[in-house]
Every structure is written in C-alpha cells, then in structure tokens.
C-alpha cells in the first residue's frame, strides 16, 4: 500500500498533466460544437482552457524535470573527458535550482503580498490569486524534482536517463541487431 502511494506521487505531475490536458481538450472541444453546431458561443471555456493550459505547462516542466527530461546543451560535452560532464551538469542544476527558488520566493511575494486581492478573470469571476499560484507550487516542485534527481544519480549511483535518450539507444540496438543479422546472412549465404 505504502509504495503504491509513494508511486502516486513520484508520478503526480504525469497524473496531473494527462488530466489538465483532457479536460481542457474536452472543453475547447465542446466550445468548437457549441459555436458551429449550435450558434451558441461559451464564454467561460477559452479562458478556462487557457488557464488550464498555463498549469499544464507548469506541471510539464515539473514532470520533464522529474524524468531529467529538460533541454540542455550537451554536444560540448563530446570533446571533454568523461568524469566532467556530471560535474558541469550538477553545477548547472544548482544555478538552476536557485534560480528556481529566486522564482519561488518572487512568485510568492507577489500572488500573497503584491496582488490587489479585487483582482478577477473576466468571464469566470476568479480571483487571479488562484491562477497565478501555480508559480510559486511550480517553481518549488521544479527544484524538489532536481534534487531528487541529482540524490539519485550522485548518492545512489543510479543511471537516470531521459525517455528521448532511452529511446534512442534502443533505436541504436535495433539497428545494430538488424545489422548483424545482416552479416550473419550474408554470411552464410
């Protein structure tokens, strides 16, 4: 039970996404039928979809973090010796992981201390407080996520690879096993 939860939330950025990203599709999708079926526009769904879309993007770029995902400039990396790439990389997290939390502490000054709490969405009548708060959850998920990740590959020596890279390398396998066989054939031929 205790790991099913503890997998819960190691993923809950991914659950988080996949249901922001349904809902609202759903929803500009039922915008799009109301408008040209029925002539009727729904005001509230565009900027409901467009506030759930903002979060959506937050979300995944906790997520992309999490599955040390994010882009970063690696073709240097080719020319050096092997032992000063990790190096470099953990350097670059911790500028990353203060810059985070630079972010964190501004984007919470301001949702709590800065923002005119009369401050609404249009059509929705919400208080933007509650919009903008995906900032500082953000901003702090991200840097949670780095940690783990930099915890798990220099104190637990685990190899964590990005999923374009896993995929890459089993396109390389793949290729390379076509490619013997290749010669097998030939060989035997």
Same mark, same amino acid.
């Given at each position: 039970?205790?790991?099913? #939860? %503890?997998? &819960? $939330?190691? /993923? ?9 990203? +349904? ?63 990790? #190096? %470099?990389? &953990? $350097?670059? /997290? ?9 972010? +964190? ?85």
């Amino acid at each position: 039970m205790g790991a099913k #939860i %503890l997998s &819960f $939330i190691n /993923d809950i950025e991914g659950y988080i996404c996949r249901t922001l990203l +349904a809902l609202f599709v759903t929803i500009l999708f039922a915008q799009i039928v109301s408008r040209e079926v029925f002539g009727y526009s729904l005001a509230w769904t565009e900027e409901l979809s467009v506030y759930m879309f903002v979060w959506f993007v937050y979300f995944g770029a906790c997520y992309s973090a999490r599955l040390s995902a994010h882009n970063r400039v690696t073709f240097q990396y080719k020319l050096m010796p092997a032992w000063i790439p990790p #190096i %470099l990389e &953990f $350097i670059t /997290d911790l500028i990353w992981i203060g810059f985070n939390l630079f972010m +964190a502490y501004m984007s919470y000054d301001f949702v709590f201390n800065k923002m005119n709490l009369f401050w609404k969405s249009q059509t929705l009548g919400i208080p933007m407080k509650y919009i903008y708060m995906i900032l500082p959850i953000a901003f702090v998920l991200m840097t949670i996520r780095i940690i783990q990740v930099n915890y798990l590959k220099f104190v637990k020596g685990e190899s964590v690879v990005d999923p374009d890279a896993k995929e890459l390398n089993k396109l390389k396998n793949c290729e390379l096993e076509i490619k013997n066989e290749m010669k097998d054939i030939e060989g035997k031929a």
